[in-house]
């Protein structure tokens, strides 16, 4: 035999054994960082954190302002808390109408078809509407759901932009059309709200709010 081929045979060998222990390594490090990646990139749907943005922060709080619609002017109040576990925001708002117009009136009759018994009940009465709000952990988008005193329904999604927060919200039971609505935050103490209906018959009804944050009195 040839020694000098044999040791060169053998240090041959053993090159390709150390490239393939390198190369299983590499492999098995590149595995683990996909998988890493994967797991890191993997939304929560199962157990999603609370909601902890600066909006959701911002926003829980007592409120209280007015605002004006075609079917009239009124004050409100808001409560937004954070409910279940800290996943959906809750709102719960009242409002009563402090003036109503001829041209209001007018407008409730032909718009909404109501009767001159029923504009003087909704006049005296309190309004009341439940929000149910949280974002989808897959898409990121704002999910809404609301809840009125009329029996109107609505579901809302959007979107935040800055200080402004945009939803689109499509109406049903007695509400029917679809709205869209920009809060606005103009402060940590103020909120101006505007919301442009588009009903069946293609009429178009307009809000327009503002609200500050209620000051809670030492002690309470």
């Known amino acids: 035999m040839f020694p000098g081929l044999e040791d060169e045979r053998s240090q041959m060998k053993r090159l390709s054994i150390i490239l ?13 960082k996909e998988k890493e990646m994967a797991k890191e990139s993997r939304p929560s749907v199962f157990l999603p954190k609370p909601l902890d943005d ?46 109503m117009t001829a041209d209001n009136i007018q407008y409730l009759k032909e718009t909404m078809h109501a009767t001159d018994e029923e504009i003087e009940k909704f006049r005296g009465s309190t309004f009341k509407e439940l929000q149910i709000h949280t974002i989808d952990p897959k898409t990121g988008e704002i999910i809404g759901y609301l809840f009125d005193s009329l029996r109107c329904m609505a579901e809302g999604r959007g ?27 103009v402060s940590d103490e103020k909120i101006i709200v505007t919301e442009k209906y588009t009903l069946p018959n293609g009429g178009i009804m307009e809000d327009r709010g503002q609200m500050t944050r209620k000051k809670i009195a030492a002690g309470r």
């Not at 390198?22 to 590149?30: D, E, G, R």
């Not at 935040?160 to 809060?183: A, D, F, H, L, P």
């Open 159 to 185: 979107k935040r932009q800055g200080n402004k927060e945009i939803m689109e919200w499509k109406w049903s039971g007695s509400g029917q059309g679809t709205s869209v609505r920009i809060t606005e935050k």
């Open 54 to 99: 600066n909006w959701s922060k911002w926003i829980v709080g007592e409120w209280e302002g007015s605002g004006e619609s075609d079917t009239g002017k009124g004050k409100g109040r808001t409560k937004v808390e954070l409910g279940l576990n800290g996943q959906f925001l809750i709102y719960k708002g009242e409002a009563e109408i402090t003036e």
């Open 20 to 32: 393939l222990v390198v190369m299983v390594i590499l492999s098995s490090c590149a595995t683990n």
